[in-house]
């Protein structure tokens, strides 16, 4: 049984200045990915972004809360060292876009979105693993169920919460393709409305593809830690 040191460790290097920023309202400013002061030589603040929220409460109970769930299948799926390089790739991936695009913000959604890929891309026959890959999947899409939110239909964003759990509850019944497909059109999808999390999904498959193509994981087993 893997115990999950590395999710563990890196929840809480988030999570204290995460909830540190509800009583210190200058942190985040002086955390977030800030577009104009990293031209400026605030380079770090790429780094910072991914440990303080920019979606309130309830923002940061989510990222908090996918942080421990995702992490601890990916640490226990897939290795220590393959979690390291997921989770970077979806945070670089995602910052990098963040900067380009000009966007401000913080939050570590698009270091989720790593590991999210790789979960997705588990090497073996499409049976295999099928709740790692389900969830994967069900991640992707609820990146982007803000959208509907942020509009003001609030049940749009509960339709779509609930039509990706499907993938999770019913995904024996599913194709064993479906949950990359669905990893696929989440990513195209959330890049043409220029959405971080979209560039960060596609960061994670590609992380996940390569890492499967040079260490590809073995049936019955997780690679190594």
């Keep these: 049984m893997v115990k999950p040191f590395l999710t563990v460790a890196v929840f809480v290097i988030t999570a204290v200045p995460s909830l540190l920023q509800f009583v210190l309202p200058g942190l985040e400013p002086a955390l977030m990915r800030d577009p104009a002061a990293i031209a400026g030589g605030e380079w770090w603040r790429l780094a910072t972004s991914l440990v303080v929220q920019d979606g309130g409460a309830i923002g940061t109970l989510f990222n908090l809360g996918f942080l421990a769930v995702l992490g601890y299948v990916a640490e226990r799926a897939l290795g220590r060292g393959r979690w390291v390089v997921l989770y970077l790739s979806g945070a670089v991936a995602g910052e990098a876009a963040g900067f380009l695009l000009d966007q401000p913000g913080a939050g570590n959604s698009v270091a989720l979105c790593g590991l999210a890929g790789g979960l997705v891309l588990m ?3 499409p049976a295999r693993a099928p709740f790692e890959r389900a969830l994967g ?4 899409v609820v990146s982007g169920a803000w959208l509907p939110a942020a509009s003001g239909a609030m049940w749009g964003w509960v339709v779509t919460v609930v039509a990706a759990a499907q ?4 995904r024996e019944r599913l194709p064993g393709w479906s949950p990359v497909a669905v990893f696929g059109v989440a990513a195209v999808v959330l890049m043409v409305l220029r959405d971080l999390h979209g560039f960060a999904l596609l960061g994670g498959l590609a992380a996940g593809w390569i ?3 040079r260490f590809p994981l073995t049936p019955g087993r997780t690679s190594p830690a």
């Design 123 to 125: 090497t073996g026959p």
């Design 137 to 140: 999947a069900f991640y992707a």
């Design 167 to 170: 993938l999770v509850t019913h």
């Design 211 to 213: 890492s499967n193509a």
